[in-house]
């Protein structure tokens, strides 16, 4: 069996945690606190302007088009929900959202994430992802190195996703895109040819999962010809744990000792909230 280099094609990894004391708001992170709770009032003003059967009527509406909309897996627009749900009553959004939210997880047990930089203004529903790593393991035949049999579709994809996202986190949090295609290779995915299940692997890594806010595919400044990184995307942070990946890739290594790759530990235990075997 080989070791971890093999699997991810990479050089030893090293992680390190910086803690820093906890500071006072600038005053640009103040003012946009207080930018939030006006916008906030306003909102719940205009709401109260509103006929309670038609807020409720809206509030019911927004609730179906988020859940309708996320089927997709692609980042719900704010200037959407106004045009297509709230119209007239877009004023109220900022009230009418939060609401939203607190429904989808009170009902449905989902949640409504508000998304960050080049995504802002967008909004996603975070379900955990729960992937049978047995039925992968026992379909890749306990290696990761060899060509695996890939379920029927939806699964297929879900299955891709973890280890691509997986191969990532074993490789530091970022993957070129060569050393990937490399790897996958080895799974019997080539990035020239179609895939019996996945039909044309590179747009589904670099548009579809990206699209969906799975992957981040960034290429490096200031390389000609172009050299792309894979990360992960904001959903994936949401819906996928670490713990997950790592536990994945220690069933494919004949159930290894999740604690025998330091650094990647070290980053699940710190994305888990641990310091020192303690929770925080």
């Given at each position: ?22 500071e ?5 992170q ?24 038609e ?12 859940l ?12 959407d ?12 959004f ?13 009902v449905f047990?989902i ?60 490789n ?20 020239d ?11 589904l ?15 490096q400044?200031?390389t ?11 959903r994936a ?27 990647q ?11 020192n075997?303690?929770?925080?």
């Amino acid at each position: 069996m080989g070791d971890l280099h093999d699997f991810c094609d990479c050089k030893p990894i090293v992680c390190y945690v910086l803690h820093v004391d906890d500071e006072m708001p600038s005053g640009s992170q103040m003012s946009a606190s207080q930018s939030m709770t006006q916008s906030m009032t306003q909102a719940e003003k205009a709401a109260q302007n509103m006929d309670p059967a038609e807020q409720e009527k809206r509030l019911n509406d927004l609730v179906q088009y988020l859940l309708i909309m996320d089927q997709k897996k692609i980042p719900i627009k704010k200037i959407d929900i106004n045009k297509q749900v709230l119209k007239e009553f877009s004023k109220t959004f900022p009230y009418m959202i939060k609401k939203a939210g607190e429904k989808l997880l009170k009902v449905f047990g989902i949640e409504l994430i508000q998304l960050e930089d080049k995504l802002k203004g967008t909004y996603m529903l975070v379900n955990r992802i729960d992937t049978d790593v047995d039925e992968l393991e026992e379909a890749g035949h306990g290696h990761i190195l060899t060509p695996m049999k890939w379920p029927e579709e939806d699964n297929s994809k879900t299955g891709l996703l973890l280890v691509v996202l997986s191969l990532v986190f074993m490789n530091g949090e970022v993957m070129q895109d060569t050393h990937l295609w490399h790897t996958l290779r080895k799974l019997g995915i080539d990035q020239d040819m179609p895939h019996e299940v996945f039909g044309d692997t590179k747009k589904l890594l670099t548009q579809e999962f990206v699209r969906q806010g799975y992957i981040e595919y960034i290429r490096q400044p200031n390389t000609d010809p172009a050299v792309y990184d894979f990360r992960w995307g904001q959903r994936a942070r949401h819906e996928i744990s670490k713990r997950t990946c790592l536990n994945f890739v220690c069933q494919l290594y004949d159930d290894r000792d999740p604690e025998q790759w330091t650094s990647q530990y070290a980053a699940v235990l710190e994305d888990e909230g641990v310091q020192n075997g303690v929770q925080t």
